[in-house]
Antibody, heavy 116, light 108 residues
Framework: EVQLLESGGGLVQPGGSLRLSCAASGFTFSSYAMNWVRQAPGKGLEWVSA????????YYADSVKGRFTISRDNSKNTLYLQVNSLRAEDAAVYYC?????????WGQGTMVTVSS | DIQMTQSPSSLSASVGDRVTITCQAS??????LHWYQQKSGKAPKLLIY???NLETGVPSRFSGSGSGTDFTFTISSLQPEDIATYYC??????????FGGGTKVEIK
């Protein structure tokens, strides 16, 4: 079964950091681009970042550029998102999703709360 | 960046009704548009890809059409399990992927 499982969310103070992880199973992980998409409470979906299958190409939304870093370890079938300098507006459920332009598999999400 | 305008933002319909949601792109995106369903507290699920192709396992009451800037998503006969928020998403220009604002579908 194709599956994505996020972890690493939690409560963090403004200016703090977290590393989100997404463990993949059931498909050839290195063959697919991966994305992070977030959803603030009661709001819509916002694309955050993407990475190519090889990990050589990365892309970011303007709202997170310079603060977030996407990476992957294809030997561990795991996607990461390092989130630094967190702001109140970064509070959201963060989903990882498989695919380059169509997101056909999504994880269940991990929640990031930013509060002092 | 390409902007996606989705309407309505919410709707209420009866079981068995035909439901239509529209999505308009700020520029021509050919057929580079997908539709997702998100039930409360759950992750989004892909329903329609490339404007009109039904994802495997998705009931045939769901359909999509359109090209260029104007797209339509239809539920031919609304069922209680279709209560959800629906999103369109473009991929003509990457990055970024952009989503419409969502349409919340409720039962009347």
């Amino acid at each position: 079964e194709v599956q994505l499982l996020e972890s690493g969310g939690g409560l963090v103070q403004p200016g703090g950091s977290l590393r989100l992880s997404c463990a993949a199973s059931g498909f050839t992980f290195s063959s697919y681009a991966m994305n992070w998409v977030r959803q603030a409470p009661g709001k819509g979906l916002e694309w955050v970042s993407a990475i190519s299958g090889s990990g050589l190409s990365t892309y970011y939304a303007d709202s997170v550029k310079g603060r977030f870093t996407i990476s992957r370890d294809n030997s561990k079938n795991t996607l990461y998102l390092q989130v630094n300098s967190l702001r109140a507006e970064d509070a959201a459920v963060y989903y990882c999703a498989k695919g380059r332009n169509v997101l056909d598999i999504w994880g269940q999400g991990t929640m990031v709360t930013v509060s002092s | 960046d390409i902007q996606m305008t989705q309407s309505p933002s919410s709707l209420s319909a009866s079981v068995g009704d035909r439901v239509t949601i529209t999505c308009q792109a700020s520029q021509d995106i050919s057929n580079y548009l997908h539709w997702y369903q998100q039930k409360s507290g759950k992750a989004p699920k892909l329903l329609i890809y490339d404007a009109s192709n039904l994802e495997t396992g998705v009931p045939s009451r769901f359909s999509g059409s359109g090209s260029g800037t104007d797209f339509t998503f239809t539920i031919s006969s609304l069922q209680p399990e279709d209560i959800a928020t629906y999103y369109c998403q473009q991929y003509d220009t990457l990055p970024p992927l952009t989503f419409g604002g969502g349409t919340k579908v409720e039962i009347k």
